[in-house]
């Protein structure tokens, strides 16, 4: 009698890890996502900045909660000068953020992870015209980033997420370290 009831437990524990496999490997899903960036650098000079964003992502599930999802983004960074309000520091990368999400609901969830960005175009512009600031900024930024989403029908999402900068973005600076952030608020929809 008793080993028939450890195999039936056996058998109901088998069938309840198969389910919740089953649920986990869900297919992976691809979207588009979009919208604008609220960028700063951490100069004492430098006030916020709005850029866009836009991109591609995979969601990638792996466990019934969890997902990883690799992203390749344009991102409009940079900042703006708090004593000339017509000269802006544009920091122009392609970013891939692979965030860590975990479903606290279907529809929400939160998410972390680290982003790798490179520079595809680094200008000074005023109203005197446009200037190439290469040599006096870097063409990578690690940031680490934190967010949120909630999807609200047919693939359809808002977005939110911060990203503090971790690297010093100037060439050769000997003072304190000059680092990205961005507050990022869009829309995302996942075929």
């Known amino acids: 009698m008793k080993k028939l009831i450890l195999g039936i437990a056996i058998a109901i524990s088998s069938l309840t890890f198969a389910q919740e496999k089953t ?4 297919p992976v899903s691809f979207g588009v996502k979009a919208g604008l960036n609220v960028a700063s650098i951490n100069s004492d000079d430098a006030k916020a900045k709005a850029g866009l964003y836009a991109g591609v992502f995979a969601n990638i599930p792996v ?3 969890f997902s990883v999802q ?3 983004l344009y991102n409009g960074m940079g900042a703006k000068s708090e004593d000339f309000s017509d000269v802006r520091l544009n920091l122009d990368y392609i970013s891939v953020p ?6 606290v609901l279907p529809e929400f969830y939160l998410e972390a992870g680290p982003q790798f960005s490179f520079a595809i175009s680094r200008k000074m512009k005023g109203d005197g015209g446009s200037v190439d600031v290469d040599q006096f900024y870097k063409g990578f930024d690690f940031g680490v980033g934190i967010g949120a989403g909630y999807y609200i029908a047919q693939g359809f999402g808002v977005t939110a997420r911060f990203v503090a900068g971790a ?3 100037v060439e050769n600076n000997p003072s304190d370290a000059i680092r990205n952030s961005v507050f ?8």
């Open 23 to 26: 649920k986990s490997s869900s």
């Open 63 to 65: 466990a019934s909660s």
């Open 70 to 72: 690799p992203e390749v």
């Open 98 to 103: 692979v965030m860590l999400q975990y479903n």
């Open 167 to 169: 690297t010093d973005i």
């Open 184 to 191: 990022q608020v869009g829309i995302a929809y996942k075929f």
